[in-house]
Nanobody
């Protein structure tokens, strides 16, 4: 069983910064991609940033230039540095990852439970 645990959410003023973390634990053999998604009230969940095992990144247009995704492969952790935050960034942020974990030999996608980010003055 694999668990993803997010941390770092909270209340921040417009223009401020937050850093989210997501740590994967369990009998992990390998991790393919790691990603951040968000879901605002009344809206669908959508991808914010994505990083492959090789370090290639992809961002939603709405966060390009403001958010940076990175990962620590040794610690099975992914980060999301969020700068110049706007009220429209308010959402629950979820981590996901495609993981190969014992006793399986195939990959599965796991999700964290989410962390709330509120951008408000």
């Amino acid at each position: 069983q694999v668990q993803l645990v997010e941390s770092g959410g909270g209340l921040v003023q417009p223009g401020g910064s937050l850093r989210l973390s997501c740590a994967a634990s369990g009998r992990i053999t390998s991790i393919h991609y790691m990603a951040w998604h968000r879901q605002a009230p009344g809206e669908q969940r959508h991808m914010v940033a994505h990083i492959t095992s090789g370090g290639s990144t992809n961002y939603a247009d709405s966060v390009k230039g403001r958010f940076t995704i990175s990962r620590n492969n040794t610690q099975n952790t992914v980060y999301l540095q969020m700068n110049s935050l706007k009220p429209e960034d308010t959402a629950v942020y979820y981590c996901s990852s495609e993981v190969v974990a014992a006793p399986h030999y195939y990959s599965m996608v796991y999700w964290g439970e989410g962390t709330l980010v509120t951008v408000s003055s």
